[in-house]
């Protein structure tokens, strides 16, 4: 006569609170603040379609303390996310063969990291020669 | 026996023990084994097998990291038994637990029924795209076509993965990271043909769409296989199939 009893154990429902899960937690959760910088983006947009009076005080409220705070921690956690996004790059796309090698997860990441500073830097300058 | 003695040093494993005749559920028992620097936690719990208790129950065959079979969480890790050196663990005790996600059987040994399942669900074969004879000769293969699919070739089914998919563990219906690098390996088969019957097979939340790219499965592989990249990837194939299915010549079943 079989004895088996197979014993399933308990989910660990605060899995994500744990290493190795933490990073992964944190990633997804810098998401948040992508989509707090575009909020922000689309507050400006609509307070042009509104009027002059209204760009204004948008403009007001950019430029005051708690903005720039704001601002600084947005930015801080958006870099986050694209610096730990890109490291997670390589798994989500097909393996890229060069001279019938698979190219190393860790030049992907390189290059693109690389690509996203690049071109940062280039919008801010177009826009600085543009609001000159 | 005297070989033992002359050993002075022990080290204490902490194993989590269920034996489904007598327990109601498991709990863990400590062991003091001799220790010796070239020693696997699979020799250890050998050595309590020949030694200290009969009756302890684990899964091992080649000693050498190819079969797979003696995964296990090892200080909360999944990692090989065989593959582990107690040397390279912090001192104190070492705690061993049946590979976690899995239903335990008897101790260190956990059901595999499902992941067999899985691995068969997926067409673990090679479906040629144009059937030859013996007479056309063989099929041939650039390095670069090698190279697409050669490292989801290297998975030892070891269940690693499985035991670090958070996903998996709420859902065990989750097709799963060592089930998809399997697939993979034969959708980036340049031989293949069968890559819509293996995309129909893991469409939908039991299949790719329950990965949400913790990517911990691949950390944990003991062979390099990069078992995320082989479920992500698929997300996008499995996307794309899901709009040009209204396309095809045969949707209309
Ligand atoms: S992908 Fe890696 S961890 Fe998963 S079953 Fe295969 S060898 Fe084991
Ligand atoms: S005994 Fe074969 S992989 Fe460990």
Redesign the pocket.
Known sequence: MSERRPYTRPIDEDWWKKPPYLSYTARELSGIAVTIYGGVLFTGLFSLWRGPESYNAFLRFLQSPLSLLLNLLLLAVVVYHVVTWFQTLPKTMPKMIVDGKQVPAAKITQIATLAAGGSSLLLILLTMWVAR | MSEAATLTKTVELRILRYLPASDESPSFRSFQVPYSDDMSV?QALQTIKDTLDATLSFR???????????GMMINGEPR????TFLRNLPPGPVTVEALKNFPIERDLVVSVGDFVKKIESIYPYIIPKEPKTVAQGTYLQTPAQLAAYESFSDC?N?MLCYAACPQFGENPDFIGPGAMALLQRYNGDSRDGGQQKRLDAIAGEDGVWSCTAVGICSEVCPKHVDPANAINQNKTNSAFDFFLHYLRKDAAQ
């Open positions: 699979l091992w065959s080649c000693r050498m990291a190819v079969c797979g079979s003696c090989l038994a065989c593959n030892i070891c």
